[in-house]
């Protein structure tokens, strides 16, 4: 990879505190903003052109620095890092010296009132895999990876390929009942087709009875509905995570009593190098993988519908050959627009930090921008295109790096693979009711995806 003039001049300069960088336009990380999240990748470019990390203000809205200096007397303890550039996110996803436990990096008081203060029903969410450091971190991922192997997905792909044709034939008699025939049949692809697919993939896994889940399904999309931790404390939402608590609860002990083929009743009886689950462990993994396992999956497959049916040369390169293409257009889709902009739980400088001669203090927040880093120039050419050729998409870091990578990559790849190449096999004539930048992106937690795609096939 060509040298980059800047990269030589950035690595002449002496070390310096990113406070003296100017901000500059409106840089602040909201993913909780349409506003921030519609304007995201031309921000983010405007971010790697000041530097490979830069502090930013945090907070609602998109703001520049005077604002935020007006808003707040000391700005400063507002802000945080946000990591720009492919090679710099690389070695903070796999540094030892930033910590995704932010209750560790508390003071001993602090943490005491944070979690004597946290509600019950939150703690599952709050305090899973996805928030701890080793050997706590390790220890868990240990005990469920098994489940994610290239055997155990070998294994899946016919059912999840059954899921798949059922969906397709469910959409079509839908369309004749209407009175809809081919190829002006109307459809949502979110709601019919990619929603469906990852909650029945992660919901068989798991474990969860068919007849049980239009109980269970409710609870789920409530929760996705929350905007951020105030909507989390929304009665409504703290009402249906512990009703969702209480029925894992009583499953786990059913699955105890009557185990299955299914992750639920591997994890209530795993023992490796007598180690287990606790309960509160066994409920957070549950949790994590039945909402984060099934919402980024919906996002990869509505997002590379999108961006196939958005760029005419690259849909007839793939109807021209799918299965040759599928495995390219899943790589590139992550890269371009993969189903998760940054790492929205901030990671905590345990030691003070040289990043590229910029001095990041011990305690300071340290965001990595995933998206930003998977059009890195210095990295991908051209990355503004999308392109399912490209010989080095595969390098994306959309699943992120180090011993915190997407536990479920092997699943969401497959899904989107057989969801991608059996769609334009069966719907060669697929394509968007509505142009693409008239569709609205679906919020929360820093997820790129959109609320509704309508198509016609």
Known sequence: MATDPQDELEQQTPTRDAREAPYGGPTVLDKESLEFMTQAHALYAELRAKGPIVRVPSGRGIVDRAKAERTSPDASAQEQYFVTRYDEAVSLLME????????????????????????????????SILVLDPPDHTRLRKLVQPNFTAR?????????QRIVEDLLDKAEREAATRGEAAPGRRMDLVESFAYPLSITVISDMLGIPVEERETVYPWAERLLRAKGPEGMMDAQTR???????????????????????DMISQMVQVQEDGDSLNPQELLSMVFILFFAGHLTTVNLIGNGIVALLSHPEQHARFLAAPAACVKGMVEETLRYWGPVDFIGGPRIATQDLDVRGTHVPQGAKVAVGLASANRDPRRFADPDVFDISRPDAH????????????????????????????????????????????????????????????VVF
């Open 395 to 454: 390098r994306h870091i959309a699943f992120g790096k180090g011993i915190h990578v997407c536990i479920g990559a092997p699943l969401a790849r497959l899904e989107a693979e057989l969801a991608f190449e059996s769609l334009f096999r069966r719907w060669p004539e697929l394509r968007l009711a509505e142009p693409s930048g008239q569709l609205e992106l679906s919020m929360g937690a820093g997820l790129r995806g959109f609320k509704r795609i309508p």
């Open 239 to 261: 009402a249906g995570l512990n009703a969702f608590a209480n029925y894992l609860e009583s499953l786990f002990e059913r699955k105890r009593r009557a185990p299955t083929e």
């Open 152 to 160: 155990a997905m070998e294994a899946l792909e016919p059912r999840i």
């Open 96 to 127: 030892e010296r930033l910590s995704s436990d932010v209750l560790k990096a508390m003071p001993p008081e602090q943490r005491a009132r944070m979690e004597s203060s946290l509600p019950q029903e939150l703690r599952p969410i709050m305090r």
